[in-house]
T-cell receptor, first 112, second 117 residues
Framework: DTEVTQTPKHLVMGMTNKKSLKCEQH?????MYWYKQKAKKPPELMFV???????INESVPSRFSPECPNSSLLNLHLHALQPEDSALYLC???????????FGPGTRLLVL | AQKVTQAQTEISVVEKEDVTLDCVYE???????LFWYKQPPSGELVFLIR??????QNEISGRYSWNFQKSTSSFNFTITASQVVDSAVYFC??????????????FGGGTRVLVKP
């Protein structure tokens, strides 16, 4: 089973709202990732968690706050976003030290 | 710094034609991994193949084949006898090896493949 699930599939939020994106995997992977993808562009890495600890933060603005409550779950908390944050947010997981990342279907976010 | 270049932005073919996607990469690492991912209109990135830098054997998997040439830093991907369902954006990606902190994938710009019936 190489499935990564993400909820919600679509999200529309205002600039003053607080929302969260969720990601779940049951492959026993201990590395989890958040990527942001703008239209017609490749995915860009935002955060990496390794063994439930934040290991990489690609200088992401603080209005994005990641959380890894356990080895299967990864959240991305959103607050005071800007319209330019509208994008597809992809979650991925992999074994630590193993290179193949498996991606979820993504959440399409629209910030009004 | 790592870099991946996909010079072809869009390729259009008729069903059953072969499609070859080009990928050129740059890295200072001696051990690394190369990938091809497919992204259909639904948005999910689907893992297709992985190649280790220390193994230049080229393989075929079903309708997919790849040509890894370390001397020219190229990792090309071919879809044989294309089908309409192959229509998607294809990304070539490069990763460092064996990083306990997690592996950063560097993606190319993507090549949009349109297969017409």
């Amino acid at each position: 089973d190489t499935e990564v699930t993400q909820t919600p599939k679509h999200l529309v939020m205002g600039m003053t709202n607080k929302k969260s994106l969720k990601c779940e995997q049951h492959m026993g992977h201990r590395a989890m990732y958040w990527y942001k993808q703008k239209a017609k562009k490749p995915p860009e890495l935002m955060f990496v968690y390794s063994y439930e600890k934040l290991s990489i933060n690609e200088s992401v603005p603080s209005r994005f706050s990641p959380e890894c409550p356990n080895s299967s779950l990864l959240n991305l908390h959103l607050h005071a976003l800007q319209p330019e944050d509208s994008a597809l947010y992809l979650c991925a997981s992999s074994q630590v030290g193993r290179e193949t990342q498996y991606f979820g279907p993504g959440t399409r976010l629209l910030v009004l | 710094a790592q870099k991946v270049t996909q010079a072809q932005t869009e390729i259009s073919v008729v069903e059953k034609e072969d499609v070859t996607l080009d990928c050129v990469y740059e890295t200072r690492d001696t051990t690394y991994y190369l990938f091809w991912y497919k992204q259909p209109p639904s948005g999910e990135l689907v893992f297709l193949i992985r190649r280790n830098s220390f193994d230049e054997q080229n393989e075929i998997s079903g309708r997919y084949s790849w040509n890894f040439q370390k001397s020219t830093s190229s990792f090309n991907f071919t879809i044989t006898a294309s089908q309409v369902v192959d229509s998607a954006v294809y990304f070539c990606a490069l990763s460092e090896a064996y990083k306990a902190a997690g592996n950063k994938l560097t993606f190319g710009g993507g090549t949009r493949v349109l297969v017409k019936p």
